[in-house]
């Protein structure tokens, strides 16, 4: 059973675009997160998320929303998508969201903006 | 801040010789570090992290780090290398009471197996 999922795998559409990425773990984690990877293959965080507190990384654009219906699903929703927004994006989770908690990654998913 | 160095973009090894794969810290206090490896049009997958104890962290597919305080080096290494390890590697790190703020990732290193 895959632990932490996305859909879709692939997302391509136009600039200007508000478009969802979905994710969903079944690992019963507390927390989860989304990182971007970019075309180089830098990893940042975005956003960190448990049942009671969004950490959002003060770069990212507010265009940017996570949207969690509940403990196991963490949606990304952008808005008025860029070019600069082509990317990899990646779900992960872990335990409590403890510094010492390994993080748990999902397949990815690969947006392009044209 | 945090800061994560991998100095090498790409490291070439034969297959069966041992392999190493160089990261360094810059976080103060008490670092906890990961390796994490990732293949072509794959997610992330975890190897091993260093917590506290013993500086010799053993983890998944014969992969082992050495914490080193010292030199703030945390370097993955395998004894054998495989053609299967071609993969591009990252480390990351986090802190006491950092949880919420993720992974600081560094840039990442290729490593390539030569049969």
């Known amino acids: 059973d895959t632990a932490v999922s996305q859909t879709p795998k692939y997302l391509v559409t136009q600039m200007g675009n508000d478009k969802s990425i979905k994710c969903e773990q079944n690992?019963?984690?507390?927390?989860m997160y989304w990182y971007k990877q970019d075309s180089k293959k830098f990893l940042k965080i975005m956003f960190s998320?448990?049942?009671?507190?969004?950490?959002i990384n003060e770069t990212v654009p507010n265009r940017f929303s996570p949207k969690s219906p509940d403990k196991a699903h963490l949606n990304l929703h952008i808005n008025s998508l860029e070019l600069g927004d082509s990317a990899v994006y990646f779900c992960?989770?872990?335990?409590?969201?403890?510094?010492?908690?390994?993080?748990?990654f999902g397949p990815g998913t690969r947006l392009t903006v044209l | 801040a945090q800061s994560v160095a991998q100095p090498e973009d790409q490291v070439n090894v034969a297959e069966g010789n041992p392999l190493t794969v160089k990261c360094t810290y810059s976080v103060s206090g008490n670092p906890y570090l990961f390796w994490y490896v990732q293949y072509p049009n794959r997610g992330l997958q975890f190897l091993l992290k260093y917590i506290t104890g013993d500086n010799l962290v053993k983890g998944s597919y014969g992969f082992e780090a050495e914490f080193n305080k010292s030199q703030t080096s945390f370097h993955l290494k395998k004894p054998s290398a495989l053609v299967s390890d071609s993969a591009l590697y990252f480390c990351a790190e986090t802190y006491s009471g950092g949880g919420a703020d993720g992974l600081t990732f560094g840039k990442g290193t290729h490593l390539i197996i030569q049969p």
């Open positions: 998320y448990n049942n009671k507190e969004l950490i």
């Open positions: 690992l019963g984690h507390d927390t």
């Open positions: 992960a989770s872990s335990d409590r969201g403890h510094s010492t908690d390994t993080q748990y």
